[in-house]
């Protein structure tokens, strides 16, 4: 059984509705150690014929059977083994890679084998020392003489160790010193076993093989053999094919982006605008929440969690803000991380009096940890029958404040009794401390026995849970707020967070709602990198036609085509997103050496995290712009890629 058959091959092309014959009927039979030329006028089919033998070309009619296995019926990803298992390509024009040196020309054939990497260079230098090209194997095509372009074509269309070599017009470009040299390489190639068929229109060149062909006007018109076919000793492969692997397309794509430095690090330097803002941006919100939650700390205990009943607002209105039960107060004591939780009355409205001088309070509370202690200047924190005053009070009273310590007051509080009525009642305290930064309080059991004296409610209208850190205050929050029973029918929340650290709940939530508008902003700037991005891939797609009609020629999937255009995409990604960070991390080291000198505090917070999700961001965005260009790159025809200019 022959090693190649033709057998009853038509081939037309179509011009609207206008058909044109190429091939019109060949049958053929090739075996190991034959040098075949295919003998004819150009126009004839030859080239066509090749491509079909080739497994690039598989819209024709009749079979083409390899070792007893037909390939016309065969799939798309069998054709690729195919190829990348049993043909090596030798091109009229060479069909070298361009950006690669001729050693890593070779190598893109190796790495489709199951060969180590060590082996694989070892086996490029051997080739490459048998086509005499030992001493230029660093340099790039555009270095080399149309001789040595063709022999390093020769090397590449070995590596795999195919079976057939198939070689279009490989001396058309030649001089006659050349023709001859490169002849000899193909016939050394097939005296080694092989198959080699050379397409040609030089009667010179199918002299030198074992058997002619000749074709034309896709007719065979006859066969004369030269010589017999060589022996063949040893049929056994030296290579185990493989496809592409992903890691293969990233040292790739790593190579075209060094090759085209200067335009590439262009490309990155525009993405990394993008992800410079937004991490900017956020590390811009991160650092201004932080400084008025540093400037609220310094004023009130930020640790400390005021929590009371959730009430309507006409409840509110007439001063029933509900009463607290012990279960409430162990229902908070249980919540993890809770070091402790004081009861606490508040009061809408209060009075303060000594000998003819009144101060109203808008509202009183009595003491717990949401006061500063080291906020009391002067004095001391209320016990039992005092009462600490703020600063501004005491100064109504009298101008020298700081000596209201010690002295006696008078505190007036309007509250309701059982019959909703009004009732006002009266205790002297005696003033313990006068707070710089606070509202005045008075000593919580000093309140209860009021409101004892005069049969009224003393269970606690709220509670101060003490927290342990200031990093578990939202996770504690959180828990009081989840909380709920029905009203109704409906589902209310039992609590409401009551005081500063509500408001600095909420002020936080609000600062960072504008910072993220600003990122999302920012990230428009984004858009337009993928945008870029898109344009820059589709521009290679064009440049690199031709790369992708060779990739596809020595057996490369059109999967493997995808990743090499992901790749360089991922690429862009990794690059641009380090660049946008680095320049983020700088320019928070400058904005925050200036506030620091002003205001004693670093504005700009970038963490790790913010960084982190800059460059995934980046990265994904780059793949997904990479998804059309690269789906397009890989549904091209071989044999249109292959003659693109």
Do not use: C
Request: charged share 20%.
């Amino acid at each position: 059984m022959s090693l190649l058959e033709v057998r009853d091959v038509y081939k037309s092309y179509f011009l609207g509705s206008q058909e044109f014959k190429v091939l019109k009927g060949i049958n053929l039979k090739f075996d190991r150690g034959e040098f075949v030329s295919i003998l004819g006028e150009s126009g004839g089919g030859k080239s066509t014929l090749m491509n079909i033998i080739g497994g690039l070309d598989h819209q024709y009619d009749g079979d083409v059977v390899y070792d007893g296995q037909s390939l016309h019926t065969a799939k798309e990803k069998v054709l690729d083994g195919y190829r990348r298992e049993n043909i090596g390509f030798v091109f009229q024009s060479f069909n070298l890679i361009s950006h690669l040196n001729i050693l890593d020309n070779v190598m893109v054939s190796l790495e489709m084998t199951k060969l180590s990497h060590n082996k694989r260079v070892e086996r490029a230098k051997e080739l490459l020392e048998r086509v005499g090209l030992k001493e230029h194997m660093r340099k790039h095509p555009n270095q080399l003489s149309g001789g040595q372009k063709q022999r390093v074509a020769i090397a590449r269309a070995l590596a795999g160790d195919p079976d057939i070599i198939i070689a279009d017009e490989p001396t058309g470009a030649l001089d006659s010193q050349n023709t001859k040299e490169v002849l000899e390489i193909l016939e050394s190639i097939a005296k080694d076993g092989k198959l080699v068929i050379a397409v040609t229109h030089s009667q010179e060149v199918a002299d030198f093989g074992t058997r002619v062909v000749h074709l034309d006007d896709g007719v065979i018109h006859g066969e004369s053999r030269l010589k017999d076919p060589y022996p063949v000793e040893n049929t056994q492969r030296t290579t185990q094919a493989k496809h592409l692997t992903y890691y293969a397309s990233l040292r790739m794509a790593l190579k075209h982006m060094g090759y085209n430095f200067k335009r590439n690090l262009l490309i990155i330097f525009g993405a990394s605008i993008g992800i410079f803002s937004v991490i900017l941006m956020l590390g811009l919100g991160n650092g201004v929440r932080g400084y008025i939650n540093d400037q609220i700390s310094s004023q009130i205990n930020p640790t400390a969690v005021q929590v009371a009943l959730n009430v309507s607002d006409n409840q509110a209105q007439s001063g029933n803000y509900g009463h607290l039960k012990q279960s409430d107060y162990d229902k908070m004591s249980k919540i993890k991380n809770v070091d402790s939780v004081e009861k606490g009355y508040y009061i809408p409205g209060a009075k303060i009096t000594s000998g003819s001088k009144s101060v109203t309070q808008q509202y009183f509370q009595t003491w717990n940890k949401t006061e500063r202690t080291n906020d009391i200047k002067y004095g001391r924190k209320p016990h039992a029958g005092e009462i600490v005053l703020d600063k501004a009070t005491a100064k109504k009273i009298d101008k020298n404040y700081k000596e209201m310590v010690g002295r006696q007051v008078t505190l007036y509080i309007t509250t309701i009794n059982n019959k909703k009525e009004p009732i006002q009642i009266q205790k002297n305290f005696r003033v313990s401390g006068v707070i710089t930064s606070g509202s005045t309080a008075a000593d919580f059991n000093s309140i209860k026995e009021m409101l004892s004296s005069k049969k009224l409610n003393t269970d606690p209208t709220f509670l101060t849970v003490n927290v342990n850190k200031t990093e578990n205050v939202k996770a504690v929050q959180n828990k009081i707020k989840s909380y709920e029973h029905k009203v109704k029918g409906k589902e209310q929340k039992v609590y409401q967070i009551t005081g500063v650290g509500a408001i600095l709940d909420t002020l936080n939530t609000y600062i960072m709602l504008a910072f993220y508008v600003l990122t999302a902003i920012a990230g428009i700037s984004l858009l337009v990198s993928a945008i870029m991005i898109i344009v820059v891939l589709y521009i290679s797609v064009s440049e690199r036609t031709k790369e992708i009609g060779i990739l596809r020629a020595i057996g490369a999937r059109r999967k493997d085509i995808r990743h090499l255009f992901v790749s360089e995409a991922f690429f862009i990604g990794l690059f641009s997103s380090i660049l946008g960070a680095g320049l983020a991390l700088l320019v928070q080291l400058g904005i925050n050496h200036i506030t620091n000198d002003k205001i004693s505090y670093a504005i700009v917070g970038i963490t790790s995290n913010y960084l982190i999700f800059g460059i995934v961001i980046s990265i994904l965005i780059s793949l997904i712009a990479a998804l059309t260009p690269a789906r397009k790159a890989s549904k091209l025809d071989p044999v249109e890629a292959l003659s693109a200019d």
